[in-house]
């Protein structure tokens, strides 16, 4: 339309008698719609700005439905009940308010841009809203709005020039409440119409009742809605309304709506001295309040918003927060930085500390902690409100302990139910920690806001300490407490004992297991206590066996925490592990009286107990002594075995600890079984120990006595009669076969070793290592005419003496035994007939190699044969090991002696068996070795000439010809020798040089001037191949020798040569 037909509109209706009417006009002529002229750039700017405060100011376009809320409680009335009404018909909204109606200011607040009428100087009230901003918000969502207040009527249209900020003289269009300011919008008509109307419908219909709370003159809200009743086009209309109270000196706000009444418990507290504020002049207190909502004197948990008069978000309080914040244009969020604002944040931390306070007196002295928000470590304003509100209660003492006492939360610990009796008290419940431990009213479900606030859970370790501690200071107390609160107790540990974290040893010293006498243990005393079993059995005094009380005994809860604490069943193993755990200890257990000590063996022997690892026992001794009972003999002197501890030691028993003879009246029946039993489990023997239990790798002493005292037939009947016994030692032998595994720690080889080192007399009176003797048998005293080591043994067939051959004795007609006899005469003189019936029967015993066992060996040393020319020089004959002989060789050797020219029937024995073989290289070399200053020519020449027929038939390795080149092997006779037998021993490579007289003429020649072979011509022609082998011919005198002919005097012709030559010149190669 145009703006001049709009002025003729206007003009019609204009009254000047009417000062609303020409307040109106005023306003229009102000706007350049009357006689006034204003800038048509300045009209456009305006215009622009009321569309981006109409469109851009908030984001919601139903946020204008705020502002008329907030605009209306800023109003003034006369009514007791201020009310204001929203109608919602099709492309309407009419808003009525009983206020006294609008004033010309009003009027000018919302036709101007960002002025407002509630802004007055020394004008502390606090007001919700800016009006002159918050209206301009309507045309979001109209395109008209009629405005009636007593003699005002006119409109706003957006469509018109400046139309939002214009007034037009206009009647209402639709009938209003007299006396009541109206307001008529029509909603725009467009593409996003529809939706616009639908979220104005639905804001209409969720309306929120708490927008009441903090509004200070509103009261009530009506909402009708066209369409809104139970049949289609009906008329449905909500009332809210907001009422005040009282509740424990508290003032109370109910909010009540269709659905109920909904009641909020204020606390108000008052800040003075704020920062100035360009918005709010003139205000240096303003009051910050906090709205806990409750139903029947119990909090009710539900999100809550913050509010500046009106709701701004919701930032997860559960408490309704109110402040005159400062709002960011779209009024959606505070201003972070302002310091008007972080005073508001300070107050309101100190008002919620201010009502947990005066909680405490109410019926949410309990409870209200769960109005304690969740802090949060972000930097947002409102998450630094939160953790200021839970850093601010965790410093007072605004939590209740047990005794009701008023504490911080720091100082109290929330037990668990776990930790707690079936009626609810603590367990470690005592005087002293009634004011650290929280109040038993406060709900389990509360206790996550509890931690909020700093109180802390009780843990396992804790429990632990508290328990202890009441041990120590009341332990009457603990003893007295009915089995009910024990079996708490039991199942709480049970708890903690079954998690990886704890351990009986965490509870071990504390005295909880309660036993038939009243009395109380500990874990570290419960070794011998048993819960009750209807099994009657005659236990054994000494063993501290004690029983379990059978009432808390049968509390399942109890039994397994006395399980668990070391208390088993009462049963045969159990009183035999007790026993066996009483004598595994080292020290003596003189408390222990004897009769008991033969009790509890008397108890294990009839319960069939088996000894099993390396458990011991004490005993007491014939001398009332406590010894290990592997250190004790029984006595047995039975005509069955003369071989008996008691028989062997007689004239020795003090030596020997014997078990105390009421051990063997203790059980006279089955006295056998007893006895066995007595050896076999608890350790003492009836016959000599080989070996101690603490050093089985070694004789014990009593075996070593027996060796040094006794006559080598007895103690070696003694070893041959129990071999059974003692091979679990000495290992098994080939004739016995296996019969038990070796001994733990037992050192078969060493005790074996010993043993066969024992020095023994013979038959003869000679001393022998017992290794090296033999059995007496018929063919060996024969044979050595019952001289040698022979043992002196009557019975030598015996069967028993088999087992000696472990220990080096010969126990059969062998070779062995003639070779010892034979070593025996080494170095002595022996008859050849001597010789070779010894030889002969070697080689008649042998078989295909040379005999030999464990301590014998043909190669050794001692083993030499005696090479004797005949019977007229048996005591100049030569002793030769075997290695130092051959079967035929050169008569010359004095190192490698031949055999077969002395023992030629001897030839299977030296041959097959010892392997004597032909001369070798090798046997030269060591005749070399041999040569010394001084020896024989005779035999030097033999030597070297043997060397080099065998060097020419058989060849010389290199090695052997380095070797021979550092050996003094060869007589060299000097110049100045005194006498032409002289020489001296040189080796190829000797310094100074030597030489051979290769001719026969070169000796006579040379002998006094050069150092030569003292060879004759014949043996260095012999050996001349020899000498080209080892490289020697660079020595022949003839190649290092220069002739040089002279002639002296007048030549004269020989008619006999010349004749000799004439007679051959026919021969001569013309």
Known sequence: MDPRDRRDDWEEVWDPDSPEKQHINNIRLNRGLGNTEIPGDIISALEQACIVLANQLYES?????????????????????????????????????????FTPENVD?????????????????????????????????????????????????????????????????????????????????DSESAKMQASIRSDLATFDARMLLFLQKLQTIRVVMEGGGQAPGGVGEHTYHRTNGEWNGFPVRNLTQSDGTKSYVLQKHTLEDLPAKP?????????????????????????????????IHDFGFAAVLQADFLLTANREGVERSSPWNQALRQGLIQAFRIAAKRFESTPLAYTWI??????????????????????????????KAWNESPQRPDKVLYIPEKFRGRDGVPLTLRSENGCRYLSQRYGGGDVKYLKRLGIKEMEGVDFVNELQALLDSHFVDFANKPLAWHSSLAG?????LSSRYFDVTSVSGMRLIKLRTGEWVSSKMSNGVFFPSDQEWTTPGGIGTKMADPEAANDPAIHQLYSQLGVTTFDISAIQRRIAEIHAVDSKPTSISRADLIAQARFLFISRWAKTGTTKFWVVTNADRHIRADDVYIDDDGDDDPCTATRVFSRHRELLSFLHPDYLSAHPKDQKDWVQWLEESLGVMKIPRLVTAACPSKLSQDFRFLIRTLPPQRWLE??????????????????????????????PKSLRAEISNAKVICKDGSLHTLSTTFLPLEGYMSACDGRGPLLPISDPTHFRWQVLKLLGVGVENDAIFYVRCLSERVGKPIGLARMKFLLNRIEAL????????????????????????????????????????????????????????????????FVDVLKLGKVKFSHFISELRSFEEGDPLPYLRRVLAGMGKFICEHGIQDNYLRYLANLNIWPVCMPDAATASEFQLASHGSPGGWFIADLAHYGRIF??????????????????????????????????????????GDAVESASLTRLFRSKSRFVER
Not at 63 to 90: C, M, R
Not at 726 to 745: A, F, N, V
Not at 885 to 905: D, H, I, K, N, T
């Open 1007 to 1048: 002998r006094k001037s050069v150092p030569l072979l003292h060879f004759d011509y014949d043996d260095i022609f012999v050996m001349r191949p020899m000498f080209n082998l080892l490289g020697l011919n660079s020595r022949f005198v003839s190649a290092v020798q220069s002739l040089i002919l002279t002639s002296e």
């Open 370 to 399: 769960r109005y304690v928000p969740e802090s949060s470590c972000s930097g947002g304003f409102f998450d630094r409100l939160k953790r200021g509100i839970c850093e601010s209660l965790a410093e007072e003492a605004v939590v």
């Open 279 to 311: 918005r709010r002049e003139g205000a240096s207190s303003t009051e910050v309040v906090l709205a806990f909502p409750i139903q029947n004197d119990e909090p009710v948990l539900a999100p809550q918003q913050v509010f500046a008069y009106l709701p």
């Open 109 to 189: 607040a919302i036709c101007r841009l960002g002025q407002s009428s509630k802004k007055r100087l020394g004008d502390a009230t606090p007001y919700v809203g800016e009006k002159g901003i918050g209206f301009k918000s309507v045309f979001r969502v109209a395109d008209v709005v009629w405005v009636s207040s007593h003699a005002y009527s006119f409109k706003f249209d957006s469509r018109a020039q400046l139309g939002m900020i214009t007034p037009i003289l206009d009647d209402f269009p639709v009938p209003k409440r007299p006396g009541w300011t109206s307001f008529y919008l029509q909603l725009r008509e």
């Open 718 to 747: 003694v070893l041959c009669r129990h071999w059974k016994v003692y091979e679990k030692w000495l290992g098994p032998s080939e004739d016995h076969g296996t019969s038990q595994r070796i001994g733990e720690g037992a050192d």
């Open 61 to 101: 376009p139903t946020h204008f439905l705020l502002e008329i809320i907030q605009n209306a409680n800023d109003n003034k009335f006369d009514e007791a009940e201020p009310t204001l009404v929203f109608s919602y018909t099709g492309g309407h909204i009419q808003i009525e308010c009983n206020e006294i109606g």
């Open 846 to 909: 042998c078989t295909a190699k040379p005999p030999r066992d464990s301590d014998s060996d043909s190669d050794s040393d001692s083993e030499n044969w005696d090479i004797t020319s005949d019977d007229d020089k048996v005591t100049q004959g030569n002793w030769y090991h075997p290695n130092h002989c051959v079967w035929a060789g050169p008569s010359y050797f004095r190192v490698a002696a031949s055999l077969s020219g002395v023992y030629q029937g001897n030839r299977r024995l």
């Open 492 to 496: 709480a540990l049970n708890s903690l």
